[in-house]
């Protein structure tokens, strides 16, 4: 653009002797800090400049200009796309402004505005966007700033609103009188509504944009189709063309004019009021056959703005002409073009409302594309401070994830996740659920709590820290535990999550009482398993310290529950509250996480950074197409949905492999349900790709300084034979907070893709609902209700409901195993499901036959320990699809512990367990078979992997 080299050869000067100001209809960072924009002030009157998101698309998504601003702004904060792009656009239009302040105050604030545009996201909310502009304009903080606002119907209350708030609008994106008229209605209701509570009118400013050239684009259209088709009317059609845009224009003026004339008018204007102006916008020529300055020369008149892209601009500057005051020549004639106009059947209303809707989504796709250009400048300069994804699909899933991705983009449902909006589930109550969203930023709100945590424990010298908790209480902090290890100075933290006895009694035997900090974490704080727990090891520290026992003992906990009102009468050193609003396998970046971190030395401050870049990147200001959270949970919703790949294998190197323990069951316990979801497989061994089906999605998670070469060998074959592979990069163990929101993002929108509400857990309730049964007998009888087996063999009995044992034919383990196993088919999973201890030699056994089986049926295996996957996959193998082939072990207790205050030991609680967990999956129909040990553990597990192995 060029700016004119005598102010008196400028056309667009002499549009004052009209009464009309020229604005720019462009801001680009560049143009302001050259003195192009200044010049085009001093030499061509410009009097305002408008921007949309297309504007500043061009603008940040091209170039340099805005790079040195995007490294200060990132050096010092961690910011969302959004929030980083509006620091941007602000200091753009305060520069603007302030170039523009000059012609603002010697026209007495009637022009040298500046507008800047409401999120284009919220053109159909009228609560969003009375919040969005007052918050816009508190942040400008310039008294020649308009705030945007579309002219939809929804738009206009806050139109009202915001005028009666004393803010300056722009009213965008009106096309029809109809519309215009309800915006004058707006404006005037919203001036009147100031002057009734004694508040001054005469500074606010508004201006109402009519678009303009878009209309003929639309009509034009169909008049060269019709005219093409030979259409009986094609010499009135073509006698229209290029007109109806500016008729309809005219019409417009003349109903400001009416309303000028109005008492209503009188009385506002003699309380100081300013006119609302009619802006013309889109003055674009795109018609090759039209003047290139036709919309300009033909909307020429008295208390109008025309702004005016630079093109035009330039165009009217070299060529333009002033013919007169256009816009109020030949009414007449455009009423005629307008008569027909309709009686040709070209439906203006019809075509208007049309090109609301496409004005609308066209700016949301240009804010699309601008906030991903952005997001992609911001992500570059980032660098490794983020995890990196690598997606290696095959070129079918490809397609779909990106056609996915794109339907999530148009649709905004990454907002609606954002907004709690439970419609993107099932419509049910998923909006309570939510408070994760907020959780990191809440807790570096209170961050100075848990560092003075630190330190007090650190003080106090804890040797060990042992968490007692399920589920969503424990595996997250065992994941902690084992990602980071022991800090120096700090207590080895230990998480017990299981009722058998043999493995409390190993646990207890790792810690010195006197010198151990106990974490009893319970959500609910009514969970069996917790409060059994504590229980048990509230004695063991009585007996070791006496009435100093308390003083070891911190609870995490919501507030209201029954652990804290236990903690308080037994004056536990601290409680921490939990939110009820998160569920549990949603919580660990809140207290029930960070607690147990805290007391292990974690540099929690750094931790929830870290997080918070994760939560920043997954925001609902990231498009899908780089929103890391939604792009996983597209990964796994389509290739579920649309492809059958449902059993999500989760590979990891050594230092971060734990994380699949936490990620199994964010995965199961959410989307298993109602016969759908995902099938997590954690810590299943790779494999040749002739190993697998077509059902897998694998997800790699590496840390980028540990060496795993074999894995990395292992996951290209996979890659190369077609398998579908996302690959996780961490720079640093520190990153997996960034994984943990990126998940719970990714399971939740994979929940809205498989149709589910990924919050609820109801076949976990029914586990519970069924032990509860079995120790309330135990309690009544002094035993559990009796069994029988259908078979034994030696030392293993074999137990199955009627109809699966109708199915398992045979006498000894061999022939039960074999028909059991022959219920497998390609596509199934197999779950071996141990109500043993877990130790090193139980693991080693039971992925050793997980892989056996795997290698054999050529199937997914998942390899679990009661009773802790109850709270975990266990969800998914009850609720989930019926694809489930499962191997339920239990086994006589060599030793058994006392539960303090009841008459049931830990032996009975597990035992109920199991029996509760198998009724359910048979009560399910699924195909279910439980061998029980008697006598010698190692000895019994042999004979069963000898079984098996024979079986297969």
Do not use: C
């Amino acid at each position: 653009m060029n700016a004119a080299a005598n102010a008196n050869q400028s056309p667009l000067k002499e549009l004052a002797k009209f009464e009309q100001s020229p604005w720019l209809d462009f801001v680009r960072r560049g143009f302001t800090k050259d003195g192009s924009m200044a010049a085009l002030i001093a030499d061509d009157g410009v009097k305002g400049v408008t921007s949309n998101p297309a504007i500043f698309q061009k603008a940040m998504g091209e170039g340099t200009d805005y790079d040195a601003q995007i490294h200060e702004i990132l050096g010092k904060e961690i910011v969302s796309t959004s929030e980083l792009y509006e620091r941007l656009a602000i200091d753009d239009i305060r520069e603007v402004a302030k170039l523009l302040h000059p012609v603002f105050e010697t026209s007495k604030g009637v022009d040298g505005y500046v507008s800047l545009e409401v999120s284009p996201y919220l053109a159909r909310d009228t609560a969003g966007t009375i919040f969005e502009a007052g918050r816009l304009w508190d942040a400008v903080k310039e008294p020649n700033l308009m705030i945007k606002i579309p002219g939809t119907d929804e738009g206009a209350p806050a139109i009202e609103q915001k005028i009666a708030d004393g803010i300056n609008i722009n009213v965008t994106l009106l096309f029809s009188l109809d519309a215009y008229k309800k915006v004058v209605e707006a404006w005037l209701s919203g001036l009147e509504a100031r002057v009734k509570a004694g508040q001054p009118v005469a500074s606010i400013a508004s201006v109402a944009s009519f678009f303009i050239s878009r209309i003929d684009g639309k009509i034009d259209a169909e008049i060269d189709r019709r005219v093409k088709a030979g259409d009986k009317d094609s010499e009135a059609l073509k006698a229209v063309r290029g007109k109806v845009a500016i008729a309809n224009a005219k019409l417009a003026y003349q109903y400001w004019l009416e309303v000028m004339k109005s008492d209503r008018w009188a009385k506002l204007k003699a309380a100081g009021a300013q006119t609302q102006r009619l802006l013309w916008a889109s003055t674009g020529t795109k018609d090759k056959a039209y003047s290139d300055v036709l919309y300009v020369e033909q909307l020429i008149g008295p208390e109008t703005v025309n702004t005016i892209p630079p093109a035009t601009l330039d165009a009217f500057r070299d060529h333009g002409t002033l013919p007169g005051a256009t816009l109020t020549e030949d009414v007449e004639g455009a009423k005629h073009v307008l008569a027909e106009a309709e009686r040709l059947g070209l439906d203006l209303a019809g075509v208007t409302k049309v090109l609301v809707d496409e004005g609308v989504s066209s700016f949301e796709d240009a804010f699309d594309s601008l906030l991903g250009s952005v997001a992609k400048k911001q992500n570059d300069i980032l660098g490794k401070k983020l995890t990196e994804t690598k997606f290696s699909l095959p070129a079918d899933l490809d397609a779909a994830v990106k056609a996915g991705l794109d339907e999530w983009r148009r649709k905004g449902s990454i907002r609606k996740l954002w907004a709690r909006d439970a419609s993107l589930w099932t419509g049910a109550d998923e909006a309570k659920w939510l408070k994760w969203l907020d959780i990191v930023g809440e807790r570096l709100g209170h961050v100075a709590e848990l560092e003075a945590f630190q330190k007090e424990a650190k003080e106090r010298g804890f040797k060990q820290v042992l968490l007692l908790g399920m589920g969503g209480s424990s595996l997250g902090p065992e994941v902690l535990a084992e990602t980071f290890g022991k800090h120096e100075g700090f207590g080895h933290l230990y998480v017990l999550d299981s009722t058998d006895p043999q493995q409390i009694k190993t646990f207890e035997g790792k810690i010195d009482p006197a010198h151990t900090l106990f974490i009893v974490s319970s959500k609910s704080g009514g969970t069996l398993e917790p409060n059994i727990l504590l229980a048990y090891f509230y004695n063991v520290a009585k007996k070791a310290i006496g009435d100093k026992a308390a003083s070891h003992f911190v609870a995490v906990t919501d507030p209201g529950s029954h652990l804290e009102a236990v903690a308080k009468r037994e004056g536990f050193w601290k409680i921490f509250g939990g939110e009820k609003e998160t569920g549990g396998r949603y919580s660990v970046l809140s207290n029930f996480g960070l607690v147990p971190a805290t007391a292990a030395g974690v540099p929690i401050k750094l931790f929830l950074e870290d997080a918070l870049h994760g939560v920043k990147a997954s925001d609902a200001g990231a498009p899908p197409a780089v929103n890391p959270g939604v792009q996983l949970g597209t990964v796994f919703g389509v290739a579920a949905t649309k492809f059958g790949r449902d059993k999500i294998t989760i590979i990891a190197t050594k230092q971060i492999a734990d994380f699949g323990a936490w990620a199994e069951q964010l995965i199961a316990e959410s989307t298993g349900k109602i016969g759908k979801g995902l099938i997590p497989i954690d810590d299943e061994t790779l494999a040749g790709p002739t190993h697998y089906g077509s059902d897998r999605v694998f997800v790699y998670l590496r840390l980028a300084n540990e060496h795993s070469h074999e894995q990395d060998e292992a996951v290209r074959t996979l890659i190369e034979a077609g398998q579908p592979v996302v690959t996780i990069v961490l720079h640093e163990r520190r990153q997996i907070a960034q994984e943990f929101f990126r998940w719970e993002i990714a399971t939740a929108v994979a929940g809205a893709w498989l149709e589910i509400n990924p919050f609820d857990q109801p076949d976990v309730e029914a586990s519970k609902i069924e032990t509860k049964k079995l120790t309330s007998a135990y309690n009544d009888t002094g035993a559990l209700p009796s069994e029988e087996p259908f078979a034994t063999d030696g030392d293993l009995s074999f137990f199955a409901d009627a109809k699966n044992t109708a199915a398992l034919k045979g006498g000894s383990a061999h022939e039960i195993l074999k028909a059991h196993f022959d219920r497998v088919k390609p596509g199934d999973y197999v779950g071996v499901l141990a109500y043993i201890e877990r130790d090193r030699a139980t693991r080693e056994w039971i992925q050793h036959t997980r892989l056996a089986i795997r290698d054999a049926k050529k199937v997914a295996t998942a390899a679990e320990f009661g009773p802790r996957f109850l709270h975990s996959t266990g969800q998914a193998y009850k609720g989930g699809p019926n694809s489930g082939v499962f191997l339920q072990i239990t086994a006589d207790d060599a030793n058994d512990l006392p539960v303090p205050g009841e008459r049931f030991t830990f032996s009975v609680v597990k035992a109920a367990q199991a029996r509760g967990d198998f009724d359910v999956l048979a009560e399910r129909g699924r195909r279910a078979l439980r061998v029980h040990i008697k006598g010698d553990l190692a000895k019994g597990l042999a004979s069963i992997a000898s079984a098996i192995k024979a079986a297969i």
